[in-house]
C-alpha cells in the first residue's frame, strides 16, 4: 500500500527550527520526485520544495532560499524538510507529497500521493 | 496572493453543474504545463482529482471533466452531489519562477 507518514510536528518557539519527517512505504522514493507542501490556518496551499528523483535537485521558491533544506536517506526510505528561523507565519499542516510518476520531466506532474500532514505552531 | 486565481466560493443545486475557474498567466497555464486539481475535505489532506486531458485516478467518475483556454483553466462538475462539498484547488509549474503553484482553493457548497 502506497502511503506518506509525516512526523515532526509540534509547538515551536520563534527562531527555531524544525526538521519533519516524510517516511514512505509501498515504493521507493529514489524513484519518484518528492514535495513539500503547507497550510495555513486561512487554507491555502503553499508549495515549499521539491527534491528530484535522483536526489540532486531541490527547487524552492526564491523567497525560502537559505530558510529550507530539504533531504532524503533511502536506506529509510524517508525524506525531510528542514526549516530554519521559524516565525508565527509558518504555522501550518505540512504535507509531504510524491510525483504522481516516477522518474521523467516531473515538472509535469500531478502530486499523486499527499500524507495525512503534520501540524507545526509557532508560539511564544 | 497566490498565483493562480480562483474564486473563493462557488455553488450548486444537486444535479446541477458548476464550474470553477483557475487564471494564470503566460509562465504558467499560458505555457502550455499541465494543470492539476485536487479535492480536499475538512480534515484531511488533499487528493489528486484530475489532470490536463482529463486524465482522473481510478475511482474519479466522469462528472468531473477540464478545459483550458490561453492563461485559464477550468474544473467542471455535472450532476453535482452532497458529497461533491469540498475545497478544489488547481495547481501547475511556473516556467519563469521555476515553482510550482497553487490556486487560493475554491468552496463548493451544494444548496
Known amino acids: 500500500q502506497v502511503q506518506l507518514v509525516e512526523t515532526g510536528g509540534g509547538v515551536f518557539q520563534p527562531g527555531t527550527s524544525l526538521k519533519l519527517s516524510c517516511s514512505a512505504s509501498g515504493f521507493s522514493v529514489y524513484q519518484y520526485a518528492m514535495h513539500w507542501v503547507r497550510q495555513g490556518p486561512g487554507g491555502v496551499l503553499e508549495w515549499l520544495a521539491v527534491?528530484?528523483?535522483?536526489?540532486?535537485?531541490?527547487y524552492m521558491p526564491d523567497s525560502k532560499r537559505g530558510r529550507i533544506s530539504v533531504s532524503r536517506d533511502d536506506s529509510r526510505n524517508t525524506v525531510f524538510l528542514q526549516l530554519n528561523g521559524l516565525t508565527f507565519e509558518d504555522t501550518a499542516v505540512y504535507y509531504c507529497?510524491?510525483?504522481?510518476?516516477?522518474?521523467?520531466?516531473?515538472?509535469?506532474?500531478?502530486?499523486?500521493?499527499w500524507g495525512q500532514g503534520t501540524t507545526v505552531t509557532v508560539s511564544s | 496572493q497566490s498565483v493562480l486565481t480562483q474564486p473563493p466560493s462557488v455553488s450548486g443545486a444537486p444535479g446541477s453543474e458548476v464550474s470553477i475557474s483557475c487564471l494564470g498567466s503566460s509562465s504558467n497555464i499560458g505555457a502550455n504545463m499541465d494543470v492539476h486539481w485536487y479535492r480536499q475535505v475538512p480534515g484531511s489532506a488533499p487528493t489528486l482529482l484530475i489532470s490536463t486531458n482529463n486524465i482522473r485516478p481510478s475511482g474519479v467518475p466522469d462528472r468531473f471533466s477540464v478545459s483550458r483556454s490561453g492563461v485559464s483553466a477550468s474544473l467542471d462538475i455535472t450532476g453535482l452531489q452532497a458529497d461533491d462539498e469540498a475545497s478544489y484547488y488547481c495547481?501547475?509549474?511556473?516556467?519563469?519562477?521555476?515553482?510550482?503553484?497553487f490556486g487560493g482553493g475554491t468552496k463548493v457548497t451544494v444548496l
Open positions: 527534491l528530484s528523483y535522483d536526489g540532486k535537485t531541490i
Open positions: 495547481q501547475t509549474h511556473d516556467v519563469s519562477l521555476t515553482t510550482w503553484v
Open positions: 507529497a510524491r510525483a504522481l510518476y516516477t522518474f521523467g520531466a516531473f515538472y509535469y506532474y500531478a502530486l499523486g500521493v
